[in-house]
């Protein structure tokens, strides 16, 4: 356990990284972090998840090690290691490989993810600087929903790949989990079928059509703001499937808090797991994208 010490120079350190990486950055990869042991010659400190860990050691050791040169004088070696023991021992037995009772089946809801476009994969999704995190965390959703962003939120301005990247999350499961219940839809259709439910009286099939889902994507979130009542059903929608450790997706042209009329809880649910944001692409990528497109 790190000392007293220890911790204020970890957190001067801190500061100093601060400075050089943006709020959004920072915010996503740093606070998270926690720090094992400090001295002169080396830092080890615990991540969350093997993808943070490599992410960190290919785009921010330099910086961690520069930050922590300004504060102690002298450039360390930056170890890290995945906290696992508390987690598995949070996860239910039959999740860490210990035998249990077999599974109850599972109530027919089947993938409403129709309609996708079938271009629209991570095969064909030029990777750029713009939105190179964003990708890397729908690429790390699609391997293992539920367990690492949760939910996973993706802001940018129109076309610049919100959509694809949400398809491409869809086809790569159920590339690998034909079975998974899916449904991919815009908030606009979202909004449409709640209203339906209410005047056709039924809700209740409504609720139970995404509330038993693996995975729920939706586009455009952000047009959930015009309508008080389906915020209301979103919010139960939203919390019975966390709870269940079922993955949500969402998009939005602006981030969770700059979405007007979205009440607090909603925010506050949309940041609790990973908030991306795709900027527009540089040169180099734009022609990436059309010589992707010439393909």
Known sequence: MSSTLEREHWTRILDEISKSVSRQHYETWFRSVGLKSLSDQRIELDVPSKFVRDWLLEYYL??????????????P?????????SALQ????????????????????????????????????VVGGNNQLAHAAA?????APGQHYNPLFVHGTVGLGKTHLLQGICHAIRARQPAARICYLSCEAFVNDYISAVGSGTLEAFRHRYRQLDVLLIDDIQFLS????CQEEFFHT?????????????????PPSEILA??????????????VCIDKPSFETRCAIVRKKAE
């Open 77 to 85: 070696e930056v170890a890290m290691s995945v906290r696992t023991a």
């Open 139 to 143: 690429l790390q959703v699609s391997k």
């Open 226 to 229: 015009r309508t008080d009542k």
């Open 90 to 125: 949070a996860l239910p037995a039959s999740t860490v490989g210990m035998a249990g009772p077999a599974p109850a089946p599972r109530p027919e809801t089947p993938s409403l993810g129709l309609g996708l476009n079938p271009r629209y994969t991570f095969d064909t999704f």
């Open 262 to 275: 979205l009440p607090e809880r909603l925010i506050s649910r949309f940041q609790w797991g990973l908030d």
């Open 62 to 75: 330099a910086t961690i090690q520069e930050a922590a040169q300004r504060v102690l004088n002298r450039k």
């Open 238 to 254: 939203f919390n019975a499937l966390y709870n269940a450790q079922k993955q949500v997706v969402l998009s939005s042209d602006s």
